[in-house]
């Protein structure tokens, strides 16, 4: 049973740019979630897919936006990036129901 | 809205001690509960989890429990490892039209010193 994958695993973008992180789900896993995690801090929930559909979004601003593929693999897209948008971005895979999330291991994002 | 509220850190432990750290939470409806742990340049793991009142969550000799009356999910373990050295993260999950997700505490640092 493979786990949850993400890629790439350190990325550097120049504030204004456009970033694109990617996450491989679970096998048998239809749901993805993502978290943004800044330094010294908790995760913070972005959004939340479910069958390819958005289901559910956090405190975040619509240059944050996602896809999620019949594969139920994901993508999360950040537009206009800015300095605070540097952060480690964690996806989350589940079935479902309590708690059952996987993490990856996350994609470290810097913004200079 | 939902909040964890942890106890602050950086906590270090001489090897064997035992460890609490505090746990609360403010939430609407019926939560499930979660202890999640971060090594160094890792994710998330699972630790322990508990869906309802009363639950003991317990893994790798760690437990917490589900107190609804003090609204708390405090984590303990008797014996500390100079392995169980990372970042210990409160969370709870709350449902909303099948859309779960975790709201997570600050996070714990915890050092165990051999």
């Known amino acids: 049973e493979t786990g949850v994958t993400q890629s790439p695993t350190h990325l550097i973008k120049t504030r204004g740019q456009q970033v694109t992180l990617r996450c491989s789900s679970q096998s048998g896993h239809n749901t993805v979630s993502w978290y943004q995690q800044a330094l010294g801090q908790g995760p913070q929930f972005i959004f939340q897919y479910y069958r390819e559909e958005e289901n559910g979004r956090g405190n975040f601003p619509p240059r944050f936006s996602g896809l999620q593929f019949p594969n139920y693999s994901s993508e999360l897209n950040v537009n206009a990036l800015e300095l605070d948008d540097s952060a480690l971005y964690l996806c989350?895979?589940?079935?479902?129901?309590?708690?059952?999330?996987?993490f990856g291991s996350g994609t470290r994002l810097t913004v200079v | 809205g939902d909040s964890v509220t942890q106890m602050e850190g950086p906590v270090t432990l001489s090897e064997e001690a035992f460890l609490t750290i505090n746990c609360t939470y403010t939430a609407t409806g019926y939560p499930s509960l979660f202890w999640y742990v971060q090594y160094p340049g890792e994710g998330l793991q699972l630790l322990l989890k508990?869906?309802?009142?009363?639950d003991k969550g317990s893994n790798k000799g760690f437990e917490a429990t589900y107190r609804k009356e003090t609204t708390s999910f405090h984590l303990e373990k008797g014996s500390v490892q100079v392995s169980d050295s990372a970042v210990y993260f409160c969370?709870?999950?709350?449902?909303?039209?099948?859309?779960?997700?975790?709201?997570f505490g600050t996070g714990t640092r915890l050092t165990i010193i051999p």
């Open positions: 969370a709870l999950a709350t449902s909303n039209f099948g859309n779960e997700k975790l709201t």
């Open positions: 508990a869906t309802k009142a009363d």
């Open positions: 989350a895979s589940s079935t479902g129901g309590a708690g059952g999330y996987t």
